[in-house]
């Protein structure tokens, strides 16, 4: 079964708003990350978030991990039309680092 | 720098034929999987790979034959294709286990079974 689960499945935002997406998962991990797929592409890393750690930010990105409530965040600040794209989240189980595991998505539209 | 490449991009095949999906990669990566994304499902782990030669499953094996032979290329084998493995297929590598960073993509590979 998928290890994590994102909300909203779809968002849609004006330009320059904040989108928030949430992902909760199950089990102990080791790390999390988040990736973004354009349409029709493959997926391209974002961020990466470590068990010990609560935020991390990235050029526009924040993200923060609950590791008590197992749920992580991606905030994309000022956002633009060119971050319309999926947005997932996947994790590294802690007691198995080769299996990653991903969410269902969040399908996010920017409208100029 | 060619990174993750995946062939071909698009098949059609017909139920009961085999066929192969080739991944390849010039990063010297030990950690090679596969991966098939259906709508609303996300991504799912097929097989995996941690270095030649050693292989294991995931979470959707039926299937689906995998070998690793040498560090560059992990390819997808389709035994006898069913109407239900119709998906956009997905390679990923990274530097080796324990390493826990970064997936690197190919493209995908789309597939339609009728």
């Known amino acids: 079964s998928q290890q994590g689960e994102e909300d909203p499945q779809a968002l849609s935002i004006q330009e320059g708003e904040n989108a928030t997406m949430n992902c909760s998962y199950k089990t102990s991990i080791n790390n999390l990350q988040w990736y973004r797929q354009n349409s029709g592409r493959g997926l391209v890393h974002l961020i990466l978030?470590?068990?010990?750690?609560r935020e991390k930010h990235s050029g526009r990105l924040r993200v923060t991990l609950d590791t008590s409530k197992k749920s992580s965040s991606l905030l994309i600040t000022a956002s633009r039309a060119a971050d319309t794209a999926s947005y997932f989240c996947a994790t590294v189980y802690s007691g198995g680092y080769q299996k990653v595991t991903f969410g269902t998505g969040t399908k996010l539209q920017v409208i100029p | 720098n060619a990174g993750v490449t995946q062939t071909p991009k698009f098949q059609v095949l017909k139920t009961g034929q085999s066929m192969t999906l080739q991944c390849a990669q010039d990063?010297?990566?030990?950690?090679m999987s596969w991966y098939r994304q259906d709508p609303g499902m996300g991504l799912r782990l097929i097989h995996y790979s941690v270095g030649a030669g050693i292989t294991d499953q995931g979470e959707v094996p039926n299937g689906y034959n995998v070998s690793r032979s040498t560090t560059e290329d992990f390819p997808l084998r389709l035994l006898s294709a069913a109407p239900s493995q119709t998906s956009v297929y997905f390679c990923?590598?990274?530097?080796?286990?324990?390493?826990?960073?970064?997936?690197?993509f190919g493209e995908g590979s789309r597939l339609t079974v009728l």
């Open positions: 990063m010297n990566h030990e950690y």
């Open positions: 990923a590598s990274r530097p080796d286990s324990p390493n826990t960073g970064e997936l690197f």
């Open positions: 978030i470590r068990s010990n750690e």
